[in-house]
Structure formats: C-alpha cells, structure tokens
C-alpha cells in the first residue's frame, strides 16, 4: 500500500493580520510548514498553530524565511552563508520551543517562499540551510524539491547526512524533463480539482503527466497543497479523498516507512 | 566557603552595530544573559556569543525583551499576560538553539530592562514571565530581584516551581529597607571600584551596607555586572579579584550549592 | 446649514496582509486617516491610499502610531516627549511626501490606537504630539477627542496654536458627564445602523443622548466611523444618506467654515 | 576656480547604537547623505542629523536604502520597480520634513549601498529611484557613479530630466578604462591619506591616475569620503587642507556653479 504526505503552509497571520484558513485545512492535511515570525506568524500564532497541528495529528514543520515581513520572504536577498545558517538555527529553534510546550515534536524543515526558490537554484544557500538543519537536530527532516531541477538541493541535503523528503505540486505543471513549468507560462498552474486530485495520486504512484502527454517518473514522498482560501481548502479535501478511495494512506513525514 | 555568580548582559551587537566588550568581559563573569534578537542581538551575534560563553564556562541564559530595537528594551509596553508569555517561549526558545548547536546547556533567563522592571512592579507580568519559562523547561533558572522590592517577582517564580536565582548590584546603593535607590536620587549608582568591590564581596556573604550606614541583610546568589565600556571590564576584573582573595568562588548558577 | 466630517482610518493594510475594505469605504466620507508604514500600512499601501482619497475628494490625513507593527499600535509605549515629536515628524512627513506625488494636500493629523489613547490621558504625550505637528507644518488640523474626557488634548493643540477639530464616536455611548462608557460596560458600543445613524445626526448638531436618556451638548466637527467590514461600510452609508436627508454637508475637515 | 562637494555618509546611528564620528566630520564636509530609518538612522538620529548639517551649512541629502536593518541595508534584494519607487518616496519624504522643522531644505538624494549598486548594475532599479525622486521634487539632484560604469545610472536619472551628480571615490583604485577596481583585488583601496587627498585633488581638475598609472579623464562634482573612525575624518581633513591649498572650493552640489 503506497503512502504519500500533504503539506501546507500555516501559520501565516501576523499580529492584527490574518492570513489563511488553518482551522479548515488542517483537517486534511498531514503536515503543517509553521511560519517562525520572520516572513510571517508570531509568537502567539505559532503557539496556536503548534497546538491545532498537535491536535489534529498533523506532524509539525518550521518553515523559515528571509528577514522580510514587508514582503512576506518572497523577494530573494542576498545572504551570506553563515547568515542564512544562523537564521535558520534561529527560526527553527522557536518554533521548536512551542512544540516543547506542547509536549510535541517537530518533524521536519521546509524553506519558505525567496529561500527555498535560492535553495534550488544555488548550492550554497542549499547547503547553508542543511548545515543550519545538521547542526540543531539531524532527526529533521529536509523538504527539497522532487524531480531533476531540485538534484542540488536534495544533494546538498543528502551529503550532509539528513533526511531528505521530496516534494512535488500537483497543481503545478510539469515539463516532459522533470521540471516545474514556469509560472509566466500560460498553463503552468492547474486549477480543475478533479485534475488536481488525479496528478496528486498519480505522483502518490510516483509518476505524473507531462505537459506534452508523456508520462514521468516523479519519486515523490510529499506534496504541498494551499489553504489560503475555501475554494483551496475544498480542493485539498478533494486530494484527501481521492487518495482515500484509492487506497493511499496520507501520513506525517517518517510515518509512512 | 561561600559561592556567588557574576552575571553580565551579553551578545547585544545587532548586524553592522556593535555594542559591549563581550570577549573581555567573559573572562571574568560566570553567567551570560544573552540577548535574543528582540530588543537586541541577532542570529550571528548569539551564535558568536553562546560559543564564547562556552569556551570560557560561563553559564548561558536567555535575555527576552520587549519587541522594541528602537527603544533597546527600555520602554515599558503594555503587553498581555499570553503576549509576554509566547515572546518569552520564542525567544529562549530561539537562544536554546544556539546552545543545542554548540552541544551546552541553556542555564538561565533574566528578562532584560523594561520587562525586567515590570515584572519587579506588575505579579501578571512577573508570573507570565515566569509561566513561560516553565511551560518550556522547568530546569531553567529563573532570575529575580533579590530584597524587599524583587519579593513578587520570586513569588511568581517560586509557585510556579521555578528555581528562583536572587540578584543583587554592587553598584547600586540601597535603602535601609533593603530597595534599589532610585536612579534619579544622586547617589543611586556607586562608581569607585574598589567600594563596589567591596559591595560585591558583602553581598557574597549576604549583607550589603545601606545609605544611611546601616547593615541590612540580603539574600543573593547573583551579583549583576556590566561590559559596556572598559572601565566597566576593568571593574568585573577587580570585583573577581576581590572575591577570590577572600575565599569566595565565582561560579554559573547552581554550580555552587 | 450644519456641516460635518466623517473620518475613517484607512491603508492599514502590509505587505501581503489586508486590512479594511478602503475601496468600498472612501466613497462615503470625508476624510481619510491614513496609516504611515510604524504601526500599519507600508509605502505602496500609502501610495494606493492617497491616490484613492484624492480622486474622491476625501481629507487627507496622517494617522501616526508606536512603532508596534506586531501589536498593531495598540498597545501604550512609554516614549519620552522627545521621542513622541520625531515619530509625528517622521510618519507625516512620509506620507505628506506621497500627497506631494498626487499634487494633493495633506489635511490633518489623528494619533492612532494607543498613541491617542494616551493623548487623552497624558499632557506631556498630547503636547509632544502637537509640538511634532506644529513643527512640520502649523496649517495642519489636529484631530482630538470631543467632550469633557477630551480637554487636555485639545488644551495641548490650541495653546500651540494648532487648529483643533473635535471628534466624537456615533456608535459609542456617552455618560452624562460628556465622556465615553468604557469598552468594558456592556452597552459601550451601539451597533443597530439606524440608532447609530441618528446619532450621528444629533452629534452634526452639536448634541448626543447620554446613557441615562439625558441629551448633553457636544462640540463636534468630526465624526469617526470604521470600514473594516462590510457591516462597517454599509453602516457608514446610512449615515451618510441621513446627514444628507436632513441637509447635513459632509465635507473634509476645514472646508465647512 | 574650480569647485568640488565633499559627501559623507551620516546620521547611521540607531536607538541606542551608534555608528560615525558625525560630529567631527561635518565641519570637514559640505554634503552630508542622511541615512532615513531603513536600513540605518531614526527620527531622533535624523533630527539631530539635519540640525548638526545645516549648523554646518552642510548640504543636506537623503540616503535611502532597502528595507533591511540587519543587513544595514549592504544585501541587495529583489524589489519591483513598484516598491523601490515607493521606498525612495517614503524614505526622502520622511528626511525631508526634518528639513522643514529645521527651516532648512533637502538638496540631494543618494541611495544606499546595495540599493546603489544595484542602480549601478540595473537600468529598472535605477529608473525607478530616479522616478520616486522626480514624483516627490523635481529640483532634486540625483547623486550617480562618475565614469564608465555609472553610464546607466546617469542616463537614467537625466532622462527624466533629473539633475544629476557624478560622484567619484578618492581613496579607490580606477581601471583604465575609467571603473572601480573591484573590492577583490589586493590594491583597490587606498589608504595613504596623502594619496589619496592627491588623487581627490585630481578628480577635481577632472582626471585620475588609473592603476596603470595612465591619466583618465573622470567627470566629478562630488567626492564620496568617510566619516566612521577617527582616521577617516582625518583623511577627510587632510582632503579638505589640500583641496584649499590648491584653490579649489569646497561647496554643496549645486551651489558650485
């Protein structure tokens, strides 16, 4: 029986600012990535978002950005290696200080938004982040990108001696060499439920179709899904249940082997 | 023989800014508050700082602050008691880190300046300071202000379970009811050294001389000393000399009992 | 014929977080109280903001705060008076430069959340305010808070001879003595539209039923409504329409004399 | 007679760090870059900034920079034309009304660091500065890389109908071809402070000894120098004693011709 883990971004409001659904979401989902304060989530947030993903068996992630609230670690910046270890120790070990309260473990690390996008493109940032990873706790696991575009990430990840997790979109198009097709493209990013929930077992299975029809292998052991608003929420019960009429067990990173 | 800690405020430095003569200061002190990146410090600089701590085996603490760069965590803000306790779990929680990273212990948490003083004047504050600390680790010591003024903030700490750490100020002159002189009265603060040597080595054997001449009594296991400029390092260096000449040794907190 | 302003804080918005339905709200009132990048709003969102208020015709205005941006402004910060007076400075001269760009002027200024709170509360906070207003620009109105509770902050404006506007909160209920019921009563806030609206009307006309049924003179030359929902909005439109149903002119602050 | 600016980077303190020897080098000045709050300074330190310049009779500039205090503003970061359009704005708004308290007025404006170098390297990231200083006032003059490789950057600024400065670095290594010898190879700083007057001394005629030891020409009216320790503001000194000697004026940019 194949098994496979949905991911999602949590932990997103700020303050008076309120991002997401997580109440809704987290019913599905399997793993929580819980923003640490610096791109987005506070104290207060993290705490509640610990708490709701404990609750709800979803296994708990730190999702660690750039120092770029204004906007929202999206933007890349130009690091220095030391920094961007330093920073992720940092963000991690917070985050990890909420699942002590709630007497809960933290599972696994997945780089948010700029710095995960830096980490594929660049093997220093990669590795940077491993090393901040290896040297706080090397039971984390490490989300990279599935498919050949994210070799260097999950390399980096790997030479270090962590556990690698490889994660793929299924709302997301694929070209027939295994990579992401660029969101400025015109059909890069797919919205049919019903298509998106097929691509999330087909990738379950460990292939996916290619823009061009042909079929891939993708090895695959997570897949991130949204909870920004009701329609994507209803999509990833669509994921769930599609998985569940066919037999793939959704579980938290670690579980499934 | 009798057993006193020096504590000093440390790891204050914020990127491009720097503040403090840590490497000096560290010889002579044997615990570190460390500052966690919210009133001052950041990643780099608490990495930098933990290590050093750990190289010369002074014990480590956190030094949580108000979320105020601007105002170095000297202006009081109004927080709530669940505020002030998930910015207490965030940033020892960021510190503990670091320790982990550096394979040492976290020892301790004294909140830094306005907190601190808050916590001293305000039993919600000092219990939300103290509920945070323990929902975390419960091993962590907790310091608090020793004599008549500190006794809510110990209480706090105290039925909550905490191991409450007495700290006193050598340079500091003190009422004949065993409280801080104010800052504002002319003579609050002492600045010959060899007099707050002297405070230093009575307040190690439990007593300190008032401003009206008078011995009272005073219950400390920690004295607080500052880096900030070299004559202050000069007069860490002499309050250690003073202390290991009369038999007294200088140890981390709950190393001397 | 009587003539009012209605105020609204707008461009509270940050970065990927959204605050407030500004579209929606500018169409029914005068002024707009836009926020400067510290506790609220960011560049862009002050750009779009001013532009917005101008090609309505709406005041502009500056809407200051702490540097708060996790407590959204509302908690009190214990700044000194200088402090206080580089802070108006800085944050109205940000977004008077944004009035520069779109050929607008700006109008007045309003203290946001805690800052006005304690306005009210402290001489020093209010003259330091004042002085910060006068000393940028003396033709600029300075929004305090009507009735008895009021008086030390409009004292502060006009010693300085500022030019104070009066502001009252239709859907807030007055004591006798002229000053608002605290949040904490029950019946602190009126929320039926129509009450609300009526309200608004008595206080254009320089009256307002008290809790104990009696009526108490108000002097008021401008109202605050809110725009967060669309509850909000759709309240501000019915006050609107029954100003103008009873010959009230709404119009920015200074252009009714 | 010939004329030459003298700019200095000032007003980088911040709450309770401190940077620069402002103090010292503004008598040896005669445009002063202040910092705005971004990536350095602060209402106070800009207060007291603009006062100390136009005590001087200093020329006052904005020194806006990106939105990263803890990079101090010297890691580039990936804006859109849109928000670094609107980051110039705010940031020269904000150190303009500190102008206008001190009944003073803002002369120039110079970006930051890596914000610099980018409108060096970037023909949208320098257009776009260049449009948030035209938006906000059109008579300011736009401080750009003199030779070579600051062709872009003037173009852009001029295109606009911007003035524009051309700024040189006396104490830099230039390649023959008339750019900055990268900060990677062994002799690109010089630090001899007679050098380096020498060579400010040249630039003001309107040449400079390339590393080759060939005569460029370099069209300059402003000379960047330093102001961060005690030996910087002698070298500036010693610039401004030779620069006298040899009958070239001293001035604010504009002020020359």
Redesign the interface.
Known sequence: MNVIDLNCDMGES??????GMDDQVMKYISSANIAC?WH?G???V??KTVKLAAENNVGIGAHPGY??????G??????TK??IQ??I??????????C??HQTKLTHVKPHG?LYLEAVENETTARAIAQGIM???PNLYFVALAGKKGETMRRMGEELGLKVVYEAFPDRAYTPGGTLVSRKQPKAVISDPDEVAQRALDMAKGFVTAVDGSTIKLDVQTLCVHGDTLGAVNLVKTIREVLGANDIKVLPMGEGS
């Not at 700020?14 to 991002?19: D, E, K, L, T």
């Not at 999206?74 to 690091?79: D, E, I, K, S």
């Not at 120790?89 to 909420?98: H, P, R, S």
């Open positions: 700020f303050g008076a600012y309120s991002i304060g987005a506070d104290p207060l993290m705490n120092p770029d609230l204004l906007g929202f999206r933007r890349n910046m130009f690091c030391e920094e330093q920073y120790i940092y963000q991690v070990g917070a985050l990890a200080a909420f002590r309260v700029a040297a706080l706790d």
